[in-house]
């Protein structure tokens, strides 16, 4: 299984960006969680958001009602909109898949990984 992450930019504060990743070589994604995960420079990798196979939807409280997930099975391709980006929201961005999709996905230890995407907000 593959992730391919593309969307990130340079953009000023306030602006929006949408994240793509598409997956290859899996079957069935919808019996898949996916997750968005983001590292800062300096810090750990954190989780921002999440979405298990029945298309429930957590969100981290950084991002809770700015940053929407969301996932095409049929493309292959999960998603997140990025609205009203902060300079706090920095940091490389990665696509993630696991095919324990019922689980809590918040805490799920993924087993795909893609190669990251990167987000810059700076005015």
Request: glycine share 8%.
């Amino acid at each position: 299984v593959q992730l391919q992450a593309s969307g990130g930019g340079l953009v000023p504060p306030g602006n929006s960006l949408r994240l793509s990743c598409a997956l290859s070589g899996v079957n069935n994604l919808d019996y898949h969680a996916l997750a968005w995960f983001r590292q800062a420079p300096g810090k750990e990798r954190d989780w921002v958001s999440c979405i298990n196979s029945a298309d429930s939807t957590l969100y981290s409280d950084s991002v809770k009602g700015r940053f929407t997930i969301s996932r095409d099975n049929a493309r292959n391709t999960v998603y997140l909109q990025m609205n009203d980006l902060r300079p706090e929201d920095t940091a490389v961005y990665y696509c993630t898949a696991d095919r324990m999709g019922g689980s809590y996905c918040p805490i799920i230890p993924y087993e795909y990984w893609g190669q990251g995407t990167q987000v810059t907000v700076s005015s």
